[in-house]
């Protein structure tokens, strides 16, 4: 099962919408492998695609948010109990006090035979922000900055700043 570290870009448009602007993953243990596209819908394909693999965000509680509306306006349910997950359901560890654990998305279920994937957050594990971890393990990379005010419309084509940017992201993580 493989697993991933994760990161997206949003944007919030003159009507308060918001939206992904630019995702990224990187594969623990083969970081040549790192792939970047422009909006949520092609991250969750991407997922879907690595059956049962983990992605690990680093502060899931703000990226998950966009997990979890993207599955509410794509017939998925969220269900509690373990004898409901069926296709198309997702569960969330979510404590009392907001805490963001993991959600997991059930694409299909027939009997014992699940795809699914799950979503971390890498943030309980390495409490430290990017920038602090990139400096703190002494990494050959660093935490890189972008013009976050910049306006970015929905099918943003990502500039090489930008890549570059998200793809250090992930690798410091």
């Known amino acids: 099962m493989k697993k991933f570290t994760a990161d997206f870009e949003t944007a919030v448009w003159k009507d308060d919408e918001t939206w992904v602007w630019a995702w990224a993953v ?19 394909e991407f997922c879907k695609q690595e059956k049962n693999a983990s992605f690990y965000f680093h502060n899931l509680k703000f990226d998950g948010e966009f997990i979890i509306y993207w599955a509410l306006t794509h017939n998925f349910t969220h269900v509690e109990k373990k004898e409901d997950i069926k296709d198309n359901t997702f569960t969330t560890l979510i404590s009392d006090m907001g805490q963001f654990y993991s959600i997991t998305l059930y694409f299909e279920k027939k009997n014992k035979k699940v795809h699914k994937v799950t979503f971390y957050d890498s943030l309980k594990i390495i409490p430290f922000s990017v920038d602090q971890i990139a400096k703190s393990f002494n990494l050959p990379i660093s935490k890189l900055k ?7 419309p929905k099918g943003h084509r990502l500039t090489i700043k930008e890549r570059e940017y998200i793809t250090n992201d992930v690798l410091i993580v």
Do not use: A, Q, V
Not at 26 to 44: H, L, M, R, T, Y
Not at 146 to 152: F, Q
């Open 146 to 152: 972008i013009d976050y005010k910049k306006e970015r």
């Open 26 to 44: 990187c594969e623990i243990g083969n970081e040549e492998n790192i792939k970047i596209d422009n909006n949520i819908d092609s991250f969750i």
